[in-house]
């Protein structure tokens, strides 16, 4: 059976907490072995480390997400440096820069309810602050942009010239031009495909992962969020009280054969091509350690 990495989701979050039994158990029999599983404000961080400590397929990653950056409280920073010094295995994310949210998100959009909405300066600095933090304790990142790709090409570039960039980073849910794939992976980026993306009108984002060398190639759920085409989503979940179905991480499976379609590539050689990708983008210390 082959590894399956999921390089980006959201186990932790109240959203899925009351299916987790049954999610474990339908990412086994699917044969997902790790994933990268994201906190996004100083509360969510408590349940990422409380899932790490007690499932070892969880890749823990702590970071103040745009949306959250509003709400955050004065002890942040503190609380996110002692999250990441307190486990080696540690990532930084997720972190970024939304445009969306502030120009085109609707009032009452429900996945925003109770935030304050942060203008982009404070977004930017919150971010870039988090970079610095990472670099610091040499941990990747991994990065939410949306409507937001020229600032953040440049905020990258000026980190990197400032040597407060880390070396490999993700761009999760990558929807850039295709032509910011160059530089972007010229300053560390790899770039993680959504099943999302199969849906008939994202014509481009499809053509935009035809591009993405192979070496910086990598699969999410971004599970709860986001929901691939009925065809590549065949785990449900059942509607919470918001009344948002959660998108369900076994779903990763249907994504890789998408993405072997799409490049026409056969699946085992992607899926080992993918599983070196996750080792090296996060867990290079451990590799380096092994003989
Ligand atoms: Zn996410």
Known sequence: MMNLSDAHNHLASSRLAPHLP????DLAAAGITHAVVNGTDETDWLEVARLAATRSMVIPSYGLHPWDVGNRSPAWFDSLRQHLVADPRAA???IGLDRWMLDLARSDDPR????????LDEQLSTFTTQLALATELHR??????IDAFGL?????????REQRLPPRFLLHAYSG????????????AYFSFNAAYLAPRHVRLREVFQLVPRDRLLVETDAPAMQA????APFSLP??????????PANLAAAYAGLAELRQEPLEILASNIAENFRRLFEAKSTEASP
């Open 22 to 25: 049954q999610i474990f158990a």
């Open 92 to 94: 930084v994310g997720e």
């Open 112 to 119: 925003l309810a109770g935030l304050r909405r942060a203008p």
């Open 140 to 145: 990747p990142v991994t990065v939410h942009c």
């Open 152 to 160: 953040l090409l440049e905020t990258l570039q000026a980190a990197q």
């Open 177 to 188: 031009a295709g032509e910011l794939v160059k530089p972007f992976a010229d300053l560390g």
């Open 229 to 232: 085409p009925t065809a590549y």
């Open 239 to 248: 509607a919470g009280p918001d009344g948002l179905r959660p998108n369900h």
